[in-house]
């Protein structure tokens, strides 16, 4: 949280608290399309929605996250169909660690 702080130039916890929310909810929006995207092989999908959420999840810090959204945006862009599938599990394990994190700092304070 310090690094978002840092970054965003205020330690508000109700702020950091908000930026929080707004990534979760985010996440919950994208990822499932990009999921869905992906196993239909529509690569201009993979690669607007890899890319919508590659930077948002570098800015909150979730770097494996947005590595594997780059990767996928590439994929996309490359139109290489037979990546997605590898990217997607790559995808889908990120996923789970960025919310289990997030379940863990939407629940505690924030100092």
Do not use: W, Y
């Not at 979760?24 to 990822?31: E, H, N, V």
């Not at 399309?33 to 890899?50: D, H, P, Y």
């Not at 889908?92 to 379940?103: F, G, H, I």
Request: proline content about 4%; aromatic content about 2%; overall charge negative.
């Amino acid at each position: 949280m310090s690094v978002l702080a840092a970054l965003i130039g205020s330690d508000d916890p109700a702020l950091l608290q908000e930026l929080l929310e707004i990534f979760a909810r985010s996440l919950t929006t994208i990822a499932p399309k990009l999921t869905a995207a992906c196993r239909a092989g529509n690569a201009e999908q993979v690669n607007m929605l890899a890319h919508q959420l590659k930077s948002p999840a570098q800015t909150m810090g979730a770097l494996a996250l947005g590595e594997c959204c780059a990767a996928l945006e590439t994929a996309g862009a490359a139109d290489a169909v037979a990546e997605f599938a590898t990217l997607l599990a790559q995808f889908t394990v990120e996923m789970a660690a960025v919310e289990a994190a997030l379940a863990d700092l939407t629940m505690q304070p924030i100092d």
